[in-house]
């Protein structure tokens, strides 16, 4: 009996706390349904309509030189004078004098010339007489004169002379040249980069003394991509550039005010890289402070007019979703996608062309969730553009 016990202890146990916990679940009160929130997001928008816009082409470049000269000797000589002006900085007027070579060679060169010619003419003058005088002889002989041979006619000596004349008069022009060449000069208004040469030195031909760039006139390089040159207000041929230039306005960093230049030239070529092309403006007087100087190799920003973009959009590009779509509400506030593509970038902005034909004002929302999908309801907090 005691086993017995043992065995239905245990079981009786388990039984009584089994019914007792389904009698309490069974006088338990229901608990009511609760239907789940429905959280509608709230989206600034703003209500936008196709229009026109013109937004600048912007560019960038740096201010290099339109003409550049190096100074260069063209005879052996030594230096022995150099102008005050011709220093790195400075400013040369066209032709002033800016450095001077040992001219006591090219003088005796030419003076030796000179009478080598004053010897030829007499020479010259000798044998016209021995021309004359065989001419004379060979008729006084009683014979034609067409019979008679060029060198009895003494005409292969006076030939020789004639060359022998022009040659000397060739040397004096090119020793009269050198001379001319003793005094280096500036070929152009300009101001000087770099100077390589000191008083006393041993000038030799080809070797260079100093740069000069030209004071009225610099250029800039600006690169442009295929869709920016799309848009280039004016005909960007050689011969229209030569006749109607494009006017661009340069902009140094940190400055408020601009100068203008021109745009006159076009690279025929495409960067290979990538795939620009460079548009050629020149500036007139760039050393001036017209209202301010741009020096060589200043970095510059540029923009010029473009083309209006018709029927566009423009919104922060914060707006814009994955480069391609943005999202709208419709007049129940439901969300959906508007393909559109882009055109061009304003200062944050951009400006688009939807795909897809629209008529009217249309409700965009300023800044989209990751969250959104087409058809989902939200609350509008409208703005105007």
Known sequence: MKLIAKLLLPILLLAGAFFGAKSLIESRPPTPDQTPLVVIPKVKTLTLTLTDHRPPIRSFGTISTHDEARIMPELTARVIWIDDNFRIGKKVKKDQLLISLEPRDSEAALEEERANLSDLKRQLAEENVRVARAKSDWISSGRELKTASDFRLRRPQLAALKARLKSVEAAITTAALNLQRAEIRA?????????????????????????????????????????????????????????????????????DSFREARITRVD???????????????????????????????????????????ETLRFSETSLVEDHFIWTLNEENELSRLEV??????????????????????????????????GMKVESLTSKD
């Open 268 to 310: 025929p070529t495409t960067d290979a890289r990538n795939q620009v092309r460079y548009l050629i403006a020149e500036l007139p007087h760039p050393f001036e402070k017209t209202p301010f100087s741009l020096p060589l190799g200043t970095f510059v920003k540029a923009e010029f007019n473009g083309l209006a973009l018709t």
């Open 341 to 374: 593509v882009r055109l061009a970038t304003e200062e944050g902005e951009v400006i688009v062309r939807p795909i897809s034909e629209i008529t009217g004002p249309i409700t965009l929302v300023s800044r989209p969730l990751t969250t959104f999908r087409p």
């Open 187 to 255: 070929p152009f208004a300009g101001q000087v980069l770099t100077r390589n040469v000191t008083l006393g030195e041993l000038a030799i031909p080809q070797t260079t003394m100093g740069t000069l760039a030209s004071v009225t006139l610099a250029e800039v390089r600006l690169p442009l991509t295929p869709d920016q040159i799309a848009r280039v207000d004016g005909d960007l041929s050689q011969d229209s550039l030569a006749q109607k230039p494009i006017t661009v306005r340069l902009l140094e960093p940190g400055r």
